[in-house]
């Protein structure tokens, strides 16, 4: 079976009251390899983002302001993912965003990479920055989460963790 590896930015922490700006995903193969297919979507949240989250992935309100809104992209994410395990880091937060901009659940198989780290590092830090230094994953290319970046990060960790 094929695997997604996601992440997602969006304006704040709540999928009630806040939107997603971002979803990144890679495809990785029955042998965890990435296949080079990738989705990759900027969105116009319809809402102001916060400094708060401008400071996490420093996507600003005036750029997304002529991207499609989630309406739009959904369908070609559903067609990605479309047969595919989810991996995600913190699975619960990134899937409650999608879930609510769907208006259903997603029935996928899903892993969350937090509880795989939390297992495997019992009492250590198991945030994406802390496991890349643990796996030795260069991430000089991030100043600010992205979506398709982190996704890229994830899915070498995910590799890494499961071995």
Known sequence: MHK??????????????????EIGAVELDENNQPTG???????NPKQ?????????????SDFLADKPTFAEIKDGFLKFIEGKELI???LPFALGFINHELGF???NKMTDTLKLAKAAFPNMRCNLDALCERFDIDTS???????LLDAE?????YCKLIK
């Open 37 to 43: 297919q990738i989705f990759h979507v900027y969105i």
């Open 88 to 90: 995600a880091h913190n």
């Open 153 to 157: 990060l994830l899915s070498q960790v």
């Open 105 to 107: 659940e997603l029935t």
């Open 48 to 60: 102001k983002v916060s400094e708060e989250a401008v400071q996490v992935h420093g996507l600003t």
């Open 141 to 147: 290319k991030r100043n600010v989460h992205g979506a």
């Open 4 to 21: 997604v590896v996601f992440d997602t930015e969006t304006t704040g922490f709540d999928p009630k009251q806040n939107k997603l700006v």
